[in-house]
């Protein structure tokens, strides 16, 4: 019981803050409200026996992830006024409809036991030796070895990626070409 | 009343509606990556409930492949804005960012 009260509570908060980082102005309360989205979803991880997860959600992603959005926001400036001229016509509009549009199509599958009735293939969630983490540790080293693998491969990439893109170039850029054109 | 994965479900698909709908909606590049996430947490979400329901541990498993996923795209997408803001001295809005070359 107490588990449904801690699910309509927390989900009810992400729902109402990533509502919020989509309505706000000012993009360092987005940054600020997405932070209160990943701690509700570590909660909910919590609840479902995601222990190790909900530790790295708050991690990675409310540790690192949005401090790297809210640098990056101080380093190019609060920018408060967005335009409302739409470059494609009736984007706005278009887009809340398509939203809706999913939701259904989502919810429609959610409940229906064709689409969700899957069998187990790999490892229990709760028999074997070890917490939550040894299990997960067990099945990322064993059944998931390769794509780790391929993981580092993509966050090498990664980081000599962005290491090229923030490096600063002399080179003319289109700006420049555009005036004195 | 128990809970089960009918709600983290119907949770996930608002979500991920949200940011969907966000990330068409808004026109600050910051905004809409954090629209972004909130897609793939919304999939974090589905992938976690699933791998309860099922009691199969590879759920939560994937979900880290994920969270990398999301922590490359994070760097790299914020390197090229920084990039393409040191260039031009405009707003953050995506519709300046037309021209596709450098």
New interface residues.
């Given amino acids: 019981?107490s588990?449904?009260v801690i699910?309509f509570i927390m989900?009810s908060i992400?729902?109402c803050a990533?509502?919020g980082?989509?309505l706000?102005r000012n993009?360092v309360h987005?940054?600020l409200l997405?932070v209160t989205?990943?701690i509700s979803?570590a909660v909910?991880?919590i609840?479902?026996?995601?222990q190790?997860?909900a530790a790295?959600?708050v991690i990675?992603?409310a540790g690192?992830?949005v401090v790297?959005?809210l640098f990056?926001?101080m380093?190019?400036g609060v920018?408060e006024?967005?335009?409302l001229?739409e470059?494609v016509k009736a984007?706005?509009p278009v887009?809340?409809v398509?939203?809706?549009v999913?939701?259904a199509e989502?919810?429609f599958l959610?409940?229906h036991q064709w689409a969700?009735g899957?069998?187990?293939?790999?490892?229990?969630?709760?028999v074997g030796d070890g917490g939550?983490v040894e299990?997960?540790a067990?099945?990322?080293f064993t059944?998931?070895l390769w794509?780790f693998e391929v993981?580092a491969v993509?966050?090498v990439?990664?980081?000599i990626?962005?290491?090229v893109?923030?490096r600063?170039s002399n080179k003319p850029?289109?700006?420049d070409e555009v005036e004195t054109s | 009343m128990k809970l089960t994965d009918t709600y983290f479900l119907t949770f996930a698909a608002m979500l991920f509606t949200i940011g969907a709908v966000g990330f068409l909606v808004r026109r600050n590049v910051l905004v809409m990556f954090m629209c972004v996430e909130l897609m793939l947490n919304a999939v974090n979400v589905t992938f976690v409930a699933f791998s309860k329901s099922l009691n199969d541990i590879s759920g939560q498993a994937i979900v880290f492949f994920v969270l990398v996923v999301a922590a490359a795209e994070v760097a790299v997408g914020l390197a090229i804005i920084v990039a393409i803001f040191r260039r031009r001295r405009g707003g953050a809005t995506a519709d300046d960012i037309d021209l596709l070359r450098g």
């Fill in positions: 019981m588990e449904v699910f989900a992400a729902l990533a509502l980082v989509v706000a993009p987005s940054a997405l989205v990943l979803i909910l991880f609840i479902q026996d995601a190790l997860l790295v959600q990675v992603y690192a992830i790297l959005f990056v926001i380093l190019l920018d006024k967005e335009s001229t470059p984007q706005r887009a809340i398509l939203g809706l999913v939701l989502v919810l959610a409940g969700t899957a069998q187990q293939s790999r490892g229990s969630l709760q939550n299990r997960v067990r099945s990322l059944d998931f794509p993981t993509l966050l990439a990664a980081v990626g962005s290491v893109l923030a600063r850029t289109i700006d």
